[in-house]
């Protein structure tokens, strides 16, 4: 009989392996979807032609998997069923905003053993395809991340068991500063008149929390007086960057408890992120009201 567990780890393997093979379409698509298309997604944002683009040829890719249960997408108002078996997430395209200045996007992922939504406490994988000077995918499993290079969809180990650097170096804060809290707002300054510390901020969630990946840190999209639940999707971006950077090493946080710790009553909810080196997310945590 097969072990249950090791089913669960060949269809994981088998999603992200196709996820990498969808990364040179995806990125071979962009300079001719530069352009906004009619309506916007759920969450009430415009759509380039490259996030449906992206959306769609994941979908089509995923779909004949066995073992993929169900398909949702921050491009989509609803979960799509295709079959029996893990639930994945996608933001087929974060940081889409970029594609007009040429900066760095990406494919975040996030695979879960139950329908969603659902909470973090089910993640199997996460990871992400970052669409930077070279395409590479971060990808966490098991407690632990590695970061592959990807040539022609191929992945080629560069870095296994990777974690946060023990001395941060990066703050990088989303979000309106003056629609901050005034208690955020606080341990921004306090942030910036930290020696060694430098502001990169770069308007892709993924590109920004790789930084942090790579040279330590604090990332925050915080609530803001706006939005005081927060701006980022919990199933799509909160848990899976949550789960990154926690088997990184690092500690994640929705101001009050780890970002894995919360369970969405739609698949488009949305949460604070707080996300970084342990010392500093526990800093923030505790200047938060």
Same mark, same amino acid.
């Given at each position: 009989?097969?072990?249950?567990?090791?089913?669960?780890?060949?269809?994981?393997?088998?999603?992200?392996?196709?996820?990498?093979?969808?990364?040179?379409?995806?990125?071979?698509?962009?300079?001719?979807? +530069? *352009?906004?298309?009619?309506?916007?997604?759920?969450?009430?944002?415009?759509?380039?032609?490259?996030?449906?683009?992206?959306?769609?040829?994941?979908?089509?890719?995923?779909?004949?998997?066995?073992?993929?249960?169900?398909?949702? !997408?921050?491009?989509?108002?609803?979960?799509?069923?295709?079959?029996?078996?893990?639930?994945?997430?996608?933001?087929?395209? #974060?940081? %889409?905003?970029?594609?007009? @200045?040429?900066?760095?996007?990406?494919?975040?992922? %996030?695979?879960?053993?139950?329908?969603?939504?659902?909470?973090?406490?089910?993640?199997?994988?996460?990871?992400?395809?970052?669409?930077?000077?070279?395409?590479?995918?971060?990808?966490?499993?098991?407690?632990?991340? !590695?970061?592959?290079?990807?040539?022609?969809?191929?992945? +080629? @180990?560069?870095? $296994?068991?990777?974690?946060?650097? #023990?001395? @941060?170096?990066?703050? %990088?804060?989303?979000?309106? *500063?003056?629609?901050?809290? #005034?208690?955020? $707002?606080?341990?921004?300054?306090?942030?910036?008149?930290?020696?060694?510390?430098?502001?990169?901020?770069?308007?892709?969630?993924?590109?920004?929390?790789? /930084?942090?990946?790579?040279?330590?840190?604090?990332?925050?999209?915080?609530?803001?007086? #706006?939005?005081?639940?927060?701006?980022?999707? /919990? /199933?799509?971006?909160?848990? @899976?960057?949550?789960?990154?950077?926690?088997?990184?090493?690092?500690?994640?946080?929705?101001?009050? /408890?780890?970002?894995? !710790?919360?369970?969405?009553?739609?698949?488009?909810? +949305? *949460?604070? *992120?707080?996300?970084?080196?342990?010392?500093?997310?526990? !800093?923030?945590?505790? +200047?938060?009201?």
């Amino acid at each position: 009989m097969t072990d249950p567990s090791s089913r669960a780890d060949d269809v994981v393997d088998a999603v992200v392996e196709t996820l990498c093979a969808a990364a040179p379409s995806i990125r071979a698509g962009l300079p001719g979807r +530069r *352009v906004y298309e009619e309506g916007t997604n759920p969450s009430g944002e415009r759509q380039l032609e490259a996030d449906t683009y992206a959306d769609e040829l994941l979908l089509k890719r995923l779909r004949p998997l066995d073992g993929v249960g169900e398909y949702a !997408s921050e491009e989509r108002a609803d979960v799509i069923d295709i079959g029996e078996g893990v639930s994945v997430a996608l933001d087929p395209l #974060d940081g %889409s905003t970029n594609l007009k @200045p040429n900066n760095v996007m990406g494919t975040l992922y %996030s695979i879960y053993d139950e329908p969603l939504p659902t909470g973090g406490e089910n993640l199997l994988a996460a990871g992400y395809i970052l669409y930077g000077p070279v395409t590479t995918l971060v990808a966490a499993r098991d407690g632990v991340v !590695s970061e592959y290079i990807l040539e022609s969809g191929i992945k +080629r @180990p560069l870095r $296994e068991e990777l974690t946060l650097p #023990d001395d @941060p170096a990066i703050f %990088s804060f989303g979000g309106r *500063v003056n629609r901050w809290f #005034d208690d955020f $707002e606080a341990f921004a300054r306090e942030t910036e008149r930290t020696e060694g510390m430098k502001l990169r901020y770069g308007g892709s969630m993924i590109g920004d929390v790789n /930084q942090i990946l790579h040279y330590g840190g604090v990332f925050a999209y915080p609530a803001q007086t #706006d939005a005081p639940g927060g701006k980022l999707r /919990q /199933q799509f971006e909160g848990f @899976p960057i949550g789960y990154i950077i926690e088997c990184a090493g690092g500690r994640s946080s929705d101001g009050e /408890q780890s970002l894995l !710790s919360g369970t969405p009553d739609g698949i488009h909810d +949305r *949460v604070p *992120v707080y996300i970084g080196n342990e010392p500093l997310v526990e !800093s923030l945590e505790a +200047r938060l009201d």
